[in-house]
Nanobody, 115 residues
Framework: QVQLVESGGGLVQAGGSLRLSCAASGIIFRFNEMGWYRQAPGKQRELVAV???????NYADSVTGRFTISGDIAKNMVYLQMNSLKSEDTAVYFC?????????WGQGTQVTVSS
């Protein structure tokens, strides 16, 4: 069974940094894409950043220039370096992995940015 486990969330002051990590296990295939989504209270889950198996990346406009996604899909690992954090970045961050039409999710990690 595929499992995604996130780590690295926490409480940080505005302007600070956090690094999230996600490790996948229980797979025998290579994901097409891995990435991060977030969901703030009362809002829909939204894309933050994704990285494809060819190394290409895509970011939400709201985090471009502040967040950096990295990782090695072949090793089932993905990271999110978050700098210059703002209060509006407060959310539960979910690791996601895609294998064609199949979506896999982690349990989420809370990121709280205090102003």
């Amino acid at each position: 069974q595929v499992q995604l486990v996130e780590s690295g969330g926490g409480l940080v002051q505005a302007g600070g940094s956090l690094r999230l990590s996600c490790a996948a296990s229980g797979i025998i295939f290579r994901f097409n894409e891995m990435g991060w989504y977030r969901q703030a209270p009362g809002k829909q889950r939204e894309l933050v950043a994704v990285i494809s198996s060819d190394g290409s990346t895509n970011y939400a406009d709201s985090v471009t220039g502040r967040f950096t996604i990295s990782g090695d899909i072949a090793k089932n690992m993905v990271y999110l370096q978050m700098n210059s954090l703002k209060s509006e970045d407060t959310a539960v961050y979910f690791c996601n992995a895609k294998f064609y039409s199949n979506n896999y999710w982690g349990q989420g990690t809370q990121v709280t940015v205090s102003s």
